[in-house]
């Protein structure tokens, strides 16, 4: 089946470094890619959802000056994390659609960031 | 998209089936009933999904009553592995997938 992966799986940084992290659809193409965020013992939260080329579009009380997201094409997507605090510790997800939204969804397997 | 209730836990003994079920009075007529389930500490995986026909894979059942304001999932011999949350959630074109708190299954031995 289709997969979707993630890099780094889990990175560990100091407080006000910039981390990215990758999302990528490794045998079907992702024409929207969307981002989550899940901290502990909560559900998903969607942060942003973007789609090959263009800007995305960020949820509401999502900085989009601090979570950078490039889809540069359509296997790839980025979530860049700048000047990190601890409250951004979390578990990143991302979900990659390759079609119509109807279609089965793929979720990353996750990216844990630690902000010491 | 419609909001889903879901009770949140439920568990069952090993081998049997456990009936999940979900409550979305408020669903659309062009609104799908997705079910995922997270393990710890991993991503959600996807299950199944519907409209209005109840639906069978290697995974799961999904029934949707007539109304479509409600939905049950049946995994028909649980594992220990089946342990996770599951999510019913209810979307249309937007696809955005918003995640309630689910229902987590505990499968006892």
């Known amino acids: 089946g289709a997969v979707v992966s993630q890099h780094p799986s889990w990175v560990i940084c100091k407080s006000g470094t910039s981390v990215k992290i990758e999302c990528r659809s490794l045998?079907?193409?992702?024409?929207?890619m969307f981002w989550y965020r899940q901290f502990p013992k909560q559900s998903l939260m969607l942060m942003a959802t973007s789609n090959e080329g263009s800007k995305a579009t960020y949820e509401q009380g999502v900085e989009k000056d601090k979570f950078l997201i490039n889809h540069a094409s359509l296997t790839l997507s980025t979530l860049t994390v700048t000047s990190a605090h601890p409250e951004d510790s979390s578990f990143y997800i991302c979900?990659?659609?390759?079609?119509?939204?109807?279609?089965?969804?793929?979720f990353g397997p996750g990216t844990r960031l630690t902000v010491l | 998209d419609a909001k889903t209730t879901q009770p949140p836990s439920m568990d069952c003994a090993e081998g049997r089936a456990a009936n999940l079920p979900c409550n979305h009075s408020t669903i659309s007529g062009n609104e799908y009933v997705y079910w995922y389930r997270q393990i710890h500490s991993q991503g959600p995986q996807y299950i199944i999904h519907?409209?209005?026909n109840n639906e069978t894979n290697e995974m799961a059942s999904l029934i949707i009553t007539e109304d479509r304001k409600s939905s049950t999932l049946i995994l028909p011999h649980a594992t220990l592995r089946d342990t996770a949350v599951y999510y019913c959630?209810?979307?249309?074109?937007?696809?955005?997938?918003?995640f309630g708190k689910g229902i987590t299954l505990s499968v006892r031995p």
């Open positions: 979900r990659a659609q390759q079609g119509a939204s109807t279609d089965t969804q793929y």
């Open positions: 519907g409209l209005k």
């Open positions: 959630i209810v979307t249309g074109a937007n696809s955005k997938l918003t």
């Open positions: 045998d079907f193409q992702a024409t929207t």
